[in-house]
């Protein structure tokens, strides 16, 4: 049973327009919420978090939103650029400290 | 920059063979976790430590066994391997309790 979900396996964007990459989760004992970013070949790298005491942090051109009433996440890219064509993958984390990874959209920005 | 060494990023073995894959970090982070991930899917734990002498099994079962004798080392082996091993498999490490940094990955063929 998954616990976290990312429901488009894809997403495509046109240059300079917002991206926008949701996860959805069922356990409410998560309380901290990341997003990663894959290029192939390569290991996932950080990109921006939020703690389950807020609903949105900025960095940049990247925002996360967090509604825990409907158990959502998501990931806002503003303005996109082909350099942010990647897999991204949202993680939460319980209360072991542990991450549980969903399965990662990939977002394609066109020039 | 990534401060997360795994070696071999890439391997092709033949079925009954030991294989050990390498990961190693320069931060003197505590906390060292391998996690397994088959193209389109989620990251799977199946090994963490949170320090020298002390290792579990993840969320994932695994046929693979972990040691940490040294606090920047982190080597996964497989006694016999088989072509259900084959995957990507991802070494990372933390010193909070949050963000995790993830190796390059090393890709695994069992022929």
């Known amino acids: 049973d998954q616990q976290v979900k990312q429901n488009s396996p894809s997403l495509s964007v046109q240059e300079g327009r917002i991206s926008i990459l949701n996860c959805d989760y069922t356990n409410s004992m998560f309380d901290y919420f990341l997003w990663y970013k894959k290029y192939p070949a390569e290991g996932p790298t950080f990109l921006i978090s939020i703690s389950s005491i807020k609903d949105k942090n900025e960095d940049g051109r990247f925002t996360v939103f967090l509604n825990k009433s409907a158990k959502h996440l998501s990931l806002h890219i503003v303005p996109s650029q082909p350099g942010d064509s990647a897999v991204y993958f949202c993680a939460l984390r319980g209360s072991n400290y542990k991450l549980t990874f969903g399965k990662g959209t990939l977002l394609t920005v066109n020039p | 920059e990534a401060d997360i060494y795994q070696t071999p990023r890439y391997l092709v073995i033949g079925t009954g063979k030991k294989i050990t894959l390498e990961c190693s970090q320069t931060m003197g982070h505590d906390k060292m976790y391998w996690y397994q991930q088959d193209p389109g899917m989620e990251l799977h734990l199946i090994h963490y430590?949170?320090?020298?002498?002390?290792?579990e099994k993840g969320d994932l079962s695994s046929e693979s066994t972990v040691s940490r004798i040294r606090t920047e080392h982190f080597p996964l082996t497989l006694e016999s391997a088989r072509p259900s091993h084959t995957s990507q498999y991802l070494c990372?490490?933390?010193?909070?309790?949050?963000?995790?940094?993830f190796g390059a990955g090393s890709r695994l063929t069992v022929l």
């Open positions: 430590s949170y320090g020298v002498n002390s290792t």
């Open positions: 990372a490490s933390s010193g909070g309790a949050n963000v995790l940094t």
